[in-house]
């Protein structure tokens, strides 16, 4: 066995022959990155994403699909914070405290209301291990679809990526960089609310991010 697969071996328990699957998701992102990143940065964004949403899982069958979408996003967003990768519209973080309610809806609804006019993302400062099923419901009901979306932690490098940084409700935990907009939120967690509610803070949402894309010079295309 080679010192690589031993390191992976030893920091990896908890799921049957993990340093298999996690070094052939390196080994893939690693070509992709090729040019940007080394194989080391990238065997350590995707161990730290493993460990990450480990913590959280209940389900470990969804485990490794969000590994993949969770490293390749944190790698993309390092890319673009280094200037490696361009990107032409407007980056918004979408940050509340367990990424199940809040920063989920904002995200959800910005893709559905501007397309590809602005790209988004969401995180949470202590996430949840699934999505709340009433937001999900308050979602679904309006013909959106949410299956794909899980709670995501807050890390360095989304957070550098955006241009926009709106908060709900997680206190201090985000970073600031200069350059950066910052706007907070002030809207109730769906965790301890009805689903009329949660309807409420989804049409609140709404609204606030027309504003946003207005302050963006971004179009609706709805």
Known sequence: MSETDT???RGLPGLAYPERYLHELSLELT?????????????????ESYTALLRTATVKAHLASRVIRFATDRL??????????????PEVLFVCEQNAGRSQMAAVLTHSIAGDRVHVRSAGSAPAAELNPAVVFALEEIGLDVTREFPKPLTDDVVQAADVVVTMGCGDACPVYPGKRYLDWHLDD??????????RVRDEIRTHIYDLLQTLEVASHE
């Open 76 to 89: 993309t967003a390092l890319a673009q914070a280094k200037g490696a990768f361009t990107h032409d519209v």
């Open 190 to 199: 769906p965790e301890r609310l009805s689903l009329d509610d949660v309807r």
């Open 7 to 9: 390191r992976w071996r």
């Open 31 to 47: 070509e992709r990155f090729d040019g940007t990143f080394n194989a080391e940065t990238v065997e350590r964004y995707v161990l």
